[in-house]
Structures are given as structure tokens and as C-alpha cells.
């Protein structure tokens, strides 16, 4: 059974600061991986989904890569903002338009 | 594009009621469509399969006959509560997969239920 862990679990930095988020998954036999922004009592925003084919996506300030072989993929986000405080999930398909699997969440707290 | 909807955003109902909650690919067809319950503060749990035309794949530990689904179209898929209790109260979150592609899924706004 596929799970997914998200490290850290919380994170607080100064504005403008780059970071880095992390996902790691116990079964490297994945379709595609996608990042989600979860806002306090809201749905999900889709902000990057990689295929198993693909190493990295970037989009704006935000670059997701992908190690299927060793099961880890990272968020990067750079030059934080206030506006990025948000939860973020990683969620894992095993097959094509199969169910996604998530992660816990990064709750992150970028102060101005 | 792919803009999923639900409805309601949020719904409060007294126990032993039953509470339906839509969810709607407006703009694609989404032959298949997944429901999620979120508790707060934790990740998603996915809590069934919705399938258009067929009957639901329910994961496991949650009642089929509890939670009810009907996907009777391409873009609508149903989660009807029933016998609601406080406990299951939560945060209801659909998705619904392109037929196309990437079979991306995107994500309803989800609704929030409160059982008093």
C-alpha cells in the first residue's frame, strides 16, 4: 500500500526566504505526483503535476522535481511571500486516473 | 478550464437526517470522480470511487449504505449522508478526472458539514 510522508509538517519563515518542501513515497511505481495549495477551509489548488517521465515542472516562483527511483520529490519555492501561507499536499497515483494517495501537509507560515 | 463545483459550500443538519452533496465537472466530462472526507487539521482520506453508470468502489471501513453514491452523468456525481451523526461531521472534498491526457484531477471546493 502506497504512503506518503511530508516533512516537515510545519514551517515558519521570514518573508523573501526560499524554501524547500519535501515528499517522500514507499511505492516508486507511480503514474504522476501533483503539489496542491490548501487554503484554511477551502478546496484544493492544483500548482504542479509531474509525470513519471519527468524529472521537474516550474511554474512561476515554483519548481516541483521528481526522484521516482529513490520516492522523493521536492517543493521549491522561492522569494516567499505572506500570500503563500497555505497547506501544501503532495498525493501520489499509482495508475493512470487511478486514486491519489496524500501526504499529511506542510502547513506553511511565511511572516512579513 | 476544468473547474469543478460543489454544492452546498456548506450545510448544517440535525442527526438521524440525510444530507446530499453534488459535485460537478463544468466544463469536461469526467467519467470517474472521487470523494474525500478531510477531519481537520489532517490530510485527505479518500473515501470512494464514483464511476458513471456503475456502482461506487468504497474504500475500506466506509459503509456503503451510510454514505451513498450516484453518478448518473458525465459531470455529476452525488454523496448523499445518511443518518447523519455528529461524527460525521466534516470537510467533503470531490475531484473529478479528466477522461483525457494527463487524467489530471482537479478539485471541488469542498463542503463542510456540521451534524448537531
Known amino acids: 500500500k502506497q504512503e506518503v510522508t511530508q516533512i516537515p509538517a510545519a514551517l515558519s519563515v521570514p518573508e523573501g526566504e526560499n524554501l524547500v518542501l519535501n515528499c517522500s513515497f514507499t511505492?516508486?511505481?507511480?503514474?504522476?505526483l501533483q503539489w496542491f495549495r490548501q487554503d484554511p477551509g477551502k478546496g484544493l489548488t492544483s500548482l504542479l503535476l509531474i509525470q513519471s517521465s519527468q524529472r521537474e515542472q516550474t511554474s512561476g516562483r515554483l519548481n516541483a522535481s521528481l526522484d521516482k527511483s529513490s520516492g522523493r520529490s521536492t517543493l521549491y519555492i522561492a522569494a516567499s511571500q505572506p500570500g503563500d501561507s497555505a497547506t501544501y499536499l503532495c498525493a501520489v497515483s499509482n495508475n493512470a486516473g487511478n486514486m491519489l494517495t496524500f501526504g499529511g501537509g506542510t502547513r506553511l507560515m511565511v511572516k512579513p | 478550464g476544468a473547474v469543478v463545483s460543489q454544492h452546498p459550500s456548506w450545510v448544517i443538519c440535525k442527526s438521524g437526517t440525510s444530507v446530499k452533496i453534488e459535485c460537478r465537472s463544468l466544463d469536461f466530462q469526467a467519467t470517474t470522480m472521487f470523494w474525500y472526507r478531510q477531519f481537520p487539521k489532517q490530510s485527505l482520506m479518500l473515501m470512494a470511487t464514483s464511476n458513471e453508470g456503475s456502482k461506487a468502489t468504497y474504500e475500506q471501513g466506509v459503509e456503503k449504505d451510510k454514505f451513498l453514491i450516484n453518478h448518473a452523468s458525465l459531470t455529476l456525481s452525488t454523496l448523499t449522508v445518511t443518518s447523519a451523526h455528529p461524527e460525521d461531521s466534516s470537510f467533503y472534498i470531490c475531484?473529478?478526472?479528466?477522461?483525457?491526457?494527463?487524467?489530471?484531477?482537479?478539485f471541488g471546493p469542498g463542503t463542510r458539514l456540521t451534524v448537531t
Open positions: 475531484s473529478a478526472r479528466e477522461d483525457r491526457g494527463y487524467y489530471e484531477q482537479y
Open positions: 511505492d516508486s511505481a507511480i503514474y504522476n
